[in-house]
T-cell receptor, first 114, second 115 residues
């Protein structure tokens, strides 16, 4: 039984470039969350999907950020025109409806914007 | 507003010492859940425990124990007879049941256990 996977694990990009991250939740988990974690801080909620519907977005998610979950399975998080302040670990988590409180986290994608 | 405070930024202990990690939370909801997660150097968050706001019983799991006190809005975590493998960053988190179940994390406590 595989856990949540994220790709890539590391991404280095130059300021102004676009980046896209992928998250594959645990099979049959219909809830999917994105969090961002900066150095020395706890993860902060970005957005939440129930199946393919994006039900909540944090105000942290500026208009340069977009997330999708087109078929209710994997999700992508895109950052356009990256800024140095976007450098962080991007974490994905998934859970089941019947036990929605137990979120399983992936290993994260570490983004460095030069 | 919801908030989780972990005042201890870093704790260092020698193996076999007991250590308590503090967590204080704020919420206006009467129904909520509290969590502890461990983040080892590999980076992946590992779920340790979940408690709901109606259950103030303390819990023990092996060397781990948790003390939930609604009167002081605290949910402290104690590791007994610490081991080097316990070295990690530990996060306390809050979830309000009627708010998409998103987790609100504290800033974490880095625990270093020396041999």
């Amino acid at each position: 039984d595989t856990g949540v996977s994220q790709d890539p694990r590391h991404k280095i990009t130059k300021r102004g470039q676009n980046v896209t991250f992928r998250c594959d939740p645990i099979s049959e988990h219909n809830r999917l969350y994105w969090y961002r974690q900066t150095l020395g801080q706890g993860p902060e909620f970005l957005t939440y999907f129930q199946n393919e519907a994006q039900l909540e977005k944090s105000r942290l998610l500026s208009d340069r950020f977009s997330a999708e979950r087109p078929k209710g399975s994997f999700s992508t998080l895109e950052i356009q025109r990256t800024e140095q302040g976007d450098s962080a670990m991007y974490l994905c988590a998934s859970s089941l409806d019947r036990d929605r409180l137990e979120q399983f986290f992936g290993p994260g994608t570490r983004l460095t914007v030069l | 507003a919801q908030k989780v405070t972990q005042a201890q930024t870093e704790i260092s202990v020698v193996e076999k010492e007991d250590v308590t990690l503090d967590c204080v939370y704020e919420t206006r909801d009467t129904t909520y859940y509290l969590f502890w997660y461990k983040q080892p150097p590999s980076g992946e968050l590992v779920f340790l425990i979940r408690r709901n706001s109606f259950d103030e019983q303390n819990e023990i799991s092996g060397r781990y124990s948790w003390n939930f006190q609604k009167s002081t809005s605290s949910f402290n975590f104690t590791i007994t007879a610490s081991q080097v493998v316990d070295s990690a960053v530990y996060f306390c988190a809050l979830s309000e049941v009627y708010n998409t179940d998103k987790l609100i994390f504290g800033t974490g406590t880095r625990l270093q256990v020396f041999p």
